[in-house]
């Protein structure tokens, strides 16, 4: 299973980045994809997830603000990110589970965000 995250980068505060994460070598469609991340000295938290039947769920300080969606017919999860903010700066991971496990268990090599003020 390989998961390639894209998309990273430098943005300005107000700014946007759109993330997007190719999946293969598993069952895209029967495949829940969370976007991870993690900011130095920080926990890895769950920034947003979708079910393989397109249920979604935010961290609430990212909602209204970032958006997941995924695109079955080419096995990849997005990320769009608006309004990013200096603490949205951190590495964001994509990650994959079978709908029948409970932890995700294939991950991404992760991506760098940094959002300047």
């Known amino acids: 299973v390989q998961l390639q995250a894209s998309g990273g980068g430098l943005v300005q505060a107000g700014g946007s980045l759109r993330l997007s994460c190719a999946a293969s070598g598993l069952t895209f469609g029967n495949c829940a994809m969370g976007w991870y991340r993690q900011a130095p000295g920080k926990e890895r938290e769950l920034v947003a997830s979708i079910s393989s039947y397109g249920s979604t769920y935010y961290l609430t300080s990212v909602k209204g603000r970032f958006t997941i969606s995924r695109d079955n017919a080419k096995n990849t999860v997005y990320l769009q990110m608006n309004s990013l903010l200096p603490e949205d700066t951190a590495v964001y991971y994509c990650?994959?589970?079978?709908?029948?496990?409970?932890?995700?268990?294939?991950w991404g090599q992760g991506t760098q965000v940094t959002v300047s003020s």
């Open positions: 990650a994959a589970r079978r709908f029948e496990v409970e932890k995700y268990e294939y």
